[in-house]
């Protein structure tokens, strides 16, 4: 470390494993040092930290796409950051960066793993919302797996979370019809009024979940973008057009479970339907982000697309507010303001 | 009709829906005038009567991929028949011919309808198997939709079926590692000693079916092709490899349940395997049926690909029959022979 005066690095670490819903009893504040920059590592000082549902997974123990989180760890996240010191010749200080830092004041990480922020562009947050893992996962998932054409009906579930807000304006902007699926009614009315969705409809409210698609989709679901899983899937399938796609980037209604949920098992609506379902995850995508960022960028300049930040302040809070977007109180993209 | 003497037709008629399984009670045998040919029209006397699992969907009222059947009215099913009498030019008398005839000794039907059989190329039976539908439905499900590479490991559900012990060899053929799913030993030890399937696990004798599956498939599954679903399914999309495909034909366990099976309705395999699962339904591909069953009969010709038959004598034993087929009495394809 250089000479000037440094607070301590103030970690959230995982103290137990969640069973069911989170509580901030499964996390633990603690201080610790900050180790010397070895050659190629950086120290970055986090500015935003993402909270996203994917964080669910990692800490539990079962079967995953990605690592668990051991007990004591620092909670895994990616944050935007601020260069304070590196020993990577690429990266210099004050320079803005997507880090995958981890719920950290200050992370040291390798360069190689860094990806460099134009402040001037965009907001920097925007680097984990719009414009980093929950924009590209909208773009890929639904216009390269989703396929959407024009006249198509597309519904999408967590019409109000980060992701599903951008997948529904991206299917308008591909000449859609634009169902969402949200849980509250301030959620619908903002798709609707603010980002153009055609109907949405609230699954918390709804009498009979099938139906109230049925009638908002009159011809049927072309196209079925789900980050959401469970009865709302169950829902929307029966009400399958020839051929839909449905494109499977989460499945949030299942993460907090400490029984699996149960219901119909039966997939006799892909043989009405003969659809086609795919899961999605986006870090298979990025020999393509460049493409997506670029595209997104233009559509934001434009003003084609919108995007809602749900912004909570202090490092503290993370454990607080990432049960909240596990519980649906965000409208956009979840972020932890930590300096 | 013309004046040589015509025995009564005698008809399977559906005498009430069925409430899961079928019992021959839901069925009632009747004698009935043959009607007199109009223009087109067709008289086909029935040789081979067909048994599938999709006619139990059409004796529910549910919705599905095809209209239910009445009460009252004759069992539909494909027939290969002998052509009596004809109105159409392009069909003599004497002529073989596969026949949308129905559960009936005799059927009036559009020369449209009908297609002609060779019956020096192959046994006249075949038209309704391994020449017909279910090799039809073998044939473009595995190769064109579960698209195996060699190498690949491919599972199928029902492998002692008409479709599944097709599915497995053409996936053979294909080059690759085929494990059969099946419901008693006789049908493994066939499925592994006569057609060469690589391994079967026998559902209803193992202690644990995911585990039974990992053993067999120790590299994971690239290729299922399942026309069970239901606890089948459930074990066999636990050890999907990344980017599976997986081709639903059929729901066989689902179609006898007068309430759903329920069960663990989480899709997070989907995002761990990046899996692809599609709904089949044979009439989708049929502008390509000539280029499948010229390949099927080579194959046949040269010993390549074998085939079995679970005939039944006797047209009043379609029902008992029928019901034993969706039991998993039989091995390979079901057939009434009627006269």
């Given at each position: 470390m250089k000479s000037h005066v440094m607070p301590a690095n103030t970690?959230?670490?995982?103290?137990?494993?969640?069973v069911g819903m989170p509580s901030v009893e499964n996390f633990?504040?603690?201080?610790?040092?900050?180790p010397s920059l070895s050659a190629g590592a950086v120290l970055v000082e986090t500015l935003y930290l993402s909270l996203d549902p994917y964080m669910r997974g990692r800490m539990s123990e079962a079967k995953n796409y990605a690592a668990s989180i051991d007990i004591g760890d620092v909670v895994v996240g990616s944050a935007v950051g601020c260069v304070i010191d590196s020993e990577d010749p690429s990266f210099k200080p004050g320079e803005i960066v997507e880090s995958p830092s981890g719920w950290q004041s200050y992370a040291?990480?390798?360069g190689a793993s860094l990806r460099r922020i134009d402040p001037?562009?965009?907001?920097?947050?925007?680097?984990?919302?719009?414009?980093?893992?929950?924009?590209?996962t909208?773009?890929?998932?639904?216009?390269?797996?989703?396929?959407?054409?024009?006249?198509?009906?597309?519904?999408?579930?967590?019409?109000?979370?980060?992701?599903?807000?951008?997948?529904?304006?991206?299917?308008?902007?591909?000449?859609?019809?634009?169902?969402?699926?949200?849980g509250s009614d301030r959620k619908a009315?903002?798709?609707?009024?603010?980002?153009?969705?055609?109907?949405?409809?609230?699954?918390?409210?709804?009498?009979?979940?099938?139906?109230?698609?049925?009638?908002?989709?009159?011809?049927?679901?072309?196209?079925?973008?789900?980050?959401?899983?469970?009865?709302?899937?169950?829902?929307?399938?029966?009400?399958?057009?020839?051929?839909?796609?449905?494109?499977?980037?989460?499945?949030?209604?299942?993460?907090?479970?400490?029984?699996p949920e149960v219901g119909p098992v039966s997939m006799r609506y892909m043989l009405t339907s003969r659809a086609r379902v795919e899961g999605f995850i986006v870090s298979d995508w990025q020999s393509r982000n460049h493409e997506a960022l670029t595209r997104i960028s233009s559509w934001l300049r434009a003003g084609s697309v919108k995007y809602s930040e749900?912004?909570?302040?202090?490092?503290?809070?993370?454990?607080?507010?990432?049960?909240?977007?596990?519980?649906?109180?965000?409208?956009?993209?979840?972020?932890?303001?930590?300096?």
């Open positions: 970690q959230v670490r995982l103290s137990s494993r969640p633990v504040l603690a201080d610790a040092p900050i040291v990480v390798q001037n562009l965009a907001p920097i947050s925007t680097s984990l919302g719009v414009l980093g893992m929950p924009g590209l909208a773009y890929f998932s639904t216009l390269s797996v989703g396929r959407p054409m024009p006249g198509d009906t597309v519904v999408v579930s967590g019409a109000g979370g980060a992701v599903g807000q951008l997948a529904g304006q991206f299917a308008k902007l591909a000449g859609c019809r634009v169902v969402g699926v949200a009315a903002y798709c609707r009024d603010q980002l153009g969705f055609d109907a949405v409809v609230n699954y918390k409210t709804a009498s009979n979940l099938k139906e109230a698609i049925a009638q908002a989709c009159p011809r049927g679901v072309d196209v079925y973008l789900d980050g959401v899983g469970g009865s709302i899937s169950a829902a929307v399938n029966e009400n399958l057009a020839l051929h839909a796609r449905v494109v499977i980037f989460g499945q949030i209604s299942q993460s907090n479970l400490s029984s749900h912004i909570v302040e202090g490092l503290e809070n993370a454990p607080a507010a990432f049960i909240g977007m596990l519980s649906g109180d965000n409208l956009g993209k979840t972020l932890v303001k930590v300096r």
